[in-house]
């Protein structure tokens, strides 16, 4: 974050540092990363090399085959550690009374809403964040909402013709994680902070053990991530999706 030492403080006690080494099943070029990563390493270091696109999404230069491995060390803001909001509240009073260097080009590919977007969701997100106390708690309370007057389903049937896809979801308040996601990320648009939906897949615990994990089809999930001045992108996911309880 920006805002000198205090900032940096109080991030150093909101995030996880993850390790992971990950072997691949399948023949792809995708490299699973969880958070923000550090490094990746291949084990044989001349094989492949990894680089970011245009929106943060990790590959290999080329497609590797199964049996493939690598290491990570990511940093993963986790808003389930303890006092983490009241820390997000601190961190947003510092990063204001700076320039975000990122901001503007972040605004300019994150704040997009289609042309004819229906009134009513603008309405809405008004009405759900109406007297809160900053940006963070104003994102909170759309999470909140969705979570609490939504119901999940795998089949919610399609929108009718020309209907916005999100206001068809606020309207009928049906839908699974793709719908959710949408609407948290359309809904923070509409109070003015950039967002993205964002796709990847959970871990499920291997057998017993507490140390292995695979990620599956069925562990795919959708969620969406806001980002705060000077701080960077946060997590929000108004179903709570855990992996675990798939195995369960």
């Known amino acids: 974050p920006i805002g000198g030492r205090s900032a940096q403080e109080i991030y150093s006690n909101m995030i996880r540092v993850v390790d992971v080494e990950v072997t691949a099943q399948t023949r792809d070029y995708t490299l699973y990363a969880p958070a923000t990563p550090n490094y990746v390493k291949f084990t044989r270091q001349d094989s492949l090399y990894p680089y970011f696109n245009r929106v943060g999404e990790l590959f290999a230069e080329r497609y590797f085959s199964p049996g493939t491995q690598y290491s990570l060390r990511s940093l993963q803001l986790c808003r389930d550690m303890k006092y983490f909001d009241t820390n997000m509240h601190s961190l947003l009073e510092i990063t204001k009374q700076h320039e975000d ?5 972040i605004k300019l590919r994150y704040t997009w ?23 963070y708690e104003a994102m909170c309370k759309i999470e909140q909402w969705l979570s609490e007057n939504c119901t ?3 089949t919610p049937g399609d929108p009718p013709e020309g209907e916005d896809f999100v206001a ?10 793709t719908y959710y996601a949408s609407a948290m990320a359309v809904m923070a648009r509409t109070y003015g902070l950039p967002s993205r939906y964002v796709t990847g897949y959970g871990l499920v615990r291997d057998g017993s053990s507490t140390r292995h994990y695979v990620a599956r089809e069925l562990s795919s999930h959708a969620w969406a991530e806001v980002y705060f001045h000077g701080i960077g992108w946060v997590t929000f996911d108004p179903l ?7 195995a369960g």
């Open 101 to 105: 260097p990122y901001l503007e080009e």
């Open 113 to 135: 809403l289609p042309e004819g977007l229906p009134e009513s969701i603008s309405e809405l997100t008004q009405e759900i964040t109406q007297g809160a106390w900053d940006d």
């Open 240 to 246: 709570n999706w855990d992996a675990d309880d798939l």
């Open 152 to 154: 999940y389903t795998e």
């Open 168 to 177: 068809h979801f606020l309207e009928t308040r049906e839908g699974y994680c």
